[in-house]
């Protein structure tokens, strides 16, 4: 079927922020990408990287990860279903790809990792603690646990502070906007 051990990596990069979009700081955002491809041990010489996101947050995405695959859709669940369609032909994709990672936590991804596994493609699914579906890990083959921006980044992690009644949202850093594409990459993928 296949001569390399490759592997299709796909990943909802919304999902991994542990937190909203619109509140995830710069730093964050390079966190949840880049961290989540080494705890899986991508390969940009021989895998297929595809990551979805929403409207609002693909350039900062593509700027992370310019070799990737992107998908971008809107609306609730957008990404989620982006990735469900990159993942939908069990059949193509098992006669390519020796693994699939799936980096999400969302339970609308549990009926494609058990096509993927009926087509006898081996999966391992990548999420944070603490929200991620049991349904989803239950139908992985393997599950690696991510840490958490938060956790590893602290305060820098986020761009708002929470009031007693009301979000207040701080200042910035400029490449924070979701709409502003920085002048090199960050992870130094090819573009």
Not at 29 to 55: C, K, M, N, Q
Not at 80 to 105: K, Q, T
Not at 149 to 162: D, F, Q, Y
Request: aromatic fraction near 6%; charged fraction near 20%; proline fraction near 4%.
């Amino acid at each position: 079927m296949y001569s390399t051990r490759r592997h299709l990596i796909a990943v909802d990069a919304q999902n991994l922020l542990g937190c909203h979009p619109a509140n995830a700081s710069a730093a964050c955002w390079e966190f949840a990408i880049v961290e989540s491809l080494r705890a899986v041990g991508f390969r940009e010489d021989t895998d297929h990287l595809v990551i979805a996101v929403a409207p609002d947050w693909a350039f900062t995405v593509k700027a992370l990860a310019p070799s990737a695959r992107l998908m971008v859709r809107g609306g609730r669940h957008g990404a989620d279903l982006a990735l469900c369609s990159a993942l939908e032909d069990a059949s193509f994709i098992a006669s390519r790809y020796s693994e699939v990672v799936i980096a999400s936590g969302s339970h609308i991804l549990r009926s494609s990792v058990r096509a993927l596994a009926d087509a006898g493609v081996s999966t391992t699914v990548a999420c944070l603690p603490l929200q991620t579906s049991s349904e989803l890990t239950a139908a992985a083959a393997h599950v690696t646990w991510l840490d958490r921006p938060r956790r590893v980044l602290g305060a820098a992690a986020i761009v708002a502070a929470a009031s007693a009644t009301r979000e207040t949202y701080a200042l910035a850093p400029v490449d924070a906007n979701p709409r502003t594409v920085p002048l090199r990459t960050r992870l130094g993928l090819a573009a």
